[in-house]
């Protein structure tokens, strides 16, 4: 399982101890100073987290600290005022706990009982102080990235359901009927589209020639696969 998620990531499978060693120095190098933990900083997050706690879902399927949803939705004031100034840290430090990092993962058959990797679907139950921290660096992202969004782009962002793609394309096949033109649709889907996306080109984050080898790779290789299937 660690060699096949690997793979898709160009990561490099570590013992724990090498982990925690490398997020403990990487985290020393990045420490915030006093000004950038101003007391507002932590008012804004727990307001910001209250409100993610308070909307939490009841009675669903916890994560490994062992905390029920509906706890998290019972006292959303408690918890945000606990996990306020560790958030604040995480997204100063651009380094976040190892744990919000993973969680549970439990693998759940497609259509086959087959037990190949490639068969399985795997569902993660994050922590939920971890999604909380998420939310937060979405909302930042976002605006940044709608910016650059077409308006044809259907899912994947808020606003943009997938159900109003059907009505585009019929609309469009509607139009070019109607004016006696000829009209298709491609449709492309990618594998382990999210797990493929190179972080360190989206973030900026440890930049290097790595990740832009991979990509070239990639995309040459699949260029020559497309040329042969043509």
């Not at 690997?6 to 060693?21: C, D, G, K, M």
């Not at 109607?178 to 973030?203: H, I, K, M, T």
């Amino acid at each position: 399982m660690q060699s096949h998620f690997a793979n898709l990531t160009n990561a490099v499978v570590v013992a724990p101890e090498a982990l925690v060693s490398a997020s403990q120095a990487a985290l020393q190098s990045k420490l915030p100073d006093q000004d950038s933990m101003e007391d507002k900083c932590c008012r804004d997050m727990h307001d910001v987290l209250s409100g993610f706690f308070g909307a939490v879902i009841p009675f669903k399927a916890f994560e490994e600290a062992c905390i029920p949803p509906a706890a998290y939705r019972a006292a959303p004031e408690s918890f945000a005022h606990v996990y306020a100034p560790f958030c604040v840290s995480s997204y100063v430090c651009s380094r976040e706990p190892v744990h919000w990092s993973g969680g549970l993962l439990h693998d759940i058959p497609k259509k086959t009982t087959s037990e190949a990797v490639e068969s399985l679907r795997g569902v993660l139950l994050e922590d939920h102080s971890g999604k909380a921290f998420h939310h937060v660096v979405r909302q930042e992202l976002l605006p940044g990235l709608q910016s650059y969004v077409l308006q044809s782009l259907h899912g994947g962002l808020l606003k943009r359901g997938t159900d109003f793609g059907s009505i585009h394309l019929h609309a469009l096949s509607n139009f070019a009927q109607n004016q006696g033109l000829s009209f298709g649709c491609f449709f492309a889907d990618v594998s382990a589209a999210l797990e493929r996306v190179q972080r360190s080109l989206v973030f900026g984050d440890r930049l290097s020639d790595e990740p832009l080898r991979f990509c070239l790779v990639v995309l040459i290789s699949r260029r020559k696969s497309f040329r042969i299937s043509c």
